[in-house]
């Protein structure tokens, strides 16, 4: 830490600013994190994880800051790591349980897994969801802090520890990215 003072929390000033300032936004939590992950028990790991550096790390949050900026830096810092841990291991599929679940007559095609068809059908159409979801990590994440959690420049900055220009134009290409892929979607719901 650089020239912050580290908070001398008691246990029950640690529960109390647990309790007040980071657990009202877990459900802004479970979503970047589902929208980071796309799977469900991915994203309440990853949400789980994070508030318990959160606690474990309590001391060095100021109060009177932005909790949630504080937590979504947590929570992508974590994403980020287990990203790396993960892609440096080989792929691994239970060969059995893929069997299993194909000879099945159980199976019923019709029904989906995929939940965030479910999740966020009500906020945004499918396409927007799918062309957001097809963007590479980096840039979607700017448009979810920035047009769905609406952190400002200075926050997101500081939450994905990259200068406000680099925020900015990342932006920019995220959201000239999304437009490409909108552009067929737009023009058939009559938008010129």
């Given at each position: ?51 318990l550096k959160a606690y474990r790390f309590i001391d060095s949050f100021e109060q ?45 095609p019709t029904i989906t897994t995929d939940l965030r068809v479910e999740t966020i ?6 396409e927007v969801s799918n062309a957001l979801n097809a963007l590479a990590v980096d ?54």
């Open positions: 830490m650089s020239d912050k003072v580290r908070q001398n929390y008691t246990e029950k000033q640690k529960v109390n600013v647990f309790e007040q300032e980071f657990l009202p936004h877990i459900d802004s939590m479970y979503n970047f994190a589902y929208r980071l992950t796309f799977e469900e028990d991915d994203a309440k790991d990853l949400v789980q994880e994070t508030y009177g800051t932005n909790a949630k900026a504080w937590l979504f830096r947590i929570l992508k810092n974590s994403f980020i790591n287990d990203f790396r841990k993960k892609s440096k291991q080989p792929s691994k599929v239970d060969y059995n349980e893929v069997e299993t679940y194909y000879n099945s007559e159980d199976v019923d059908q009500h906020m945004i159409g499918d840039f979607r994440t700017v448009i979810i802090l920035c047009d769905l959690e609406g952190f400002t420049y200075e926050e997101m900055a500081k939450i994905l520890d990259i200068p406000i220009g680099t925020v900015r134009s990342r932006l920019h290409r995220a959201r000239n990215l999304l437009k490409d892929k909108l552009k067929i979607y737009a023009s058939s719901m009559g938008y010129k």
